[in-house]
């Protein structure tokens, strides 16, 4: 069992609508990440979190200590928004990231 | 483009042979990582350096890996007699010791080295 759960594994929407990915981790963090990966590899860091929200653009990511929970939410989604969103976290004391498996999104047209 | 660079892109080599990765983080970054993905899954841990120190290496990293930061600028990752397993993506990502947590996004990752071994 992967320590950072992602759900759902894969998501398929209409252009327009708005999108929530879920991260669920199971011991204390000093930060969570959410990162972007297109065909071909590259990872891109959307957000670090680590107590409340943040919005960039159409992208929100929001994060719940208490209940180790966070959610990347993407408003009036584009085809350009399909990727591989990835969730990991730094653990007290660790500078590495733990990640998610990823949650492969494509948005049609 | 992130500022990390990472060379080659993609090697293929036969089963038994060594290969090199090459990473060029950020210039200012101390802290380098080396990851590895294989399809379908997320990253794992492999190693990180701050400057030319290695402070953490992963049980992953068998005897048939080593990496290495000797200036505190570049990084290789090399991988002897390699095995089928090996084949995987190699990420090397960088970030700035110090940088404030809340300022955003702090670690920047390469594009990534594919290896298949044959």
């Known amino acids: 069992k992967n320590e950072v759960e992602q759900s759902p594994q894969n998501l398929t929407a209409q252009e327009g609508e708005f999108i929530t990915i879920n991260c669920s981790y199971s011991?204390?963090?000093?930060?969570l990440h959410w990162l972007q990966q297109h065909p071909g590899g590259g990872i891109v860091s959307l957000f670090m979190?680590?107590?409340g929200k943040k919005k960039h653009g159409r992208l929100i990511a929001t994060i719940n200590i208490q209940e180790k929970h966070s959610s990347l939410h993407i408003t009036a989604s584009h085809p350009r928004d399909s990727a591989v969103y990835i969730c990991a976290v730094n653990y007290w004391g660790a500078q590495k990231l733990v990640f998610g498996q990823g949650t492969r999104l494509t948005i049609n047209p | 483009d992130t500022g990390v660079s990472q060379d080659p892109r993609h090697k293929i080599t036969k089963r038994g042979q060594n290969v090199t990765f090459r990473c060029d983080p950020i210039?200012?970054?101390?802290?380098l990582y080396w990851y590895r993905q294989t399809l379908g899954q997320g990253p794992e841990f492999l190693t990180y350096f701050q400057n030319e120190a290695q402070l953490e290496k992963s049980r992953l990293l068998s005897d048939r890996f080593s990496a290495e930061r000797p200036k505190g600028s570049f990084s290789t990752l090399e991988i002897q007699r390699t095995e089928q397993g090996d084949s995987a993506m190699y990420l090397c990502a960088s970030s700035l010791r110090g940088a404030a947590i809340l300022s955003g996004n702090t670690i920047y990752f390469g594009e990534g080295s594919w290896l298949t071994v044959v």
């Open positions: 979190l680590s107590s």
């Open positions: 011991v204390g963090i000093s930060a």
């Open positions: 210039s200012e970054h101390n802290r």
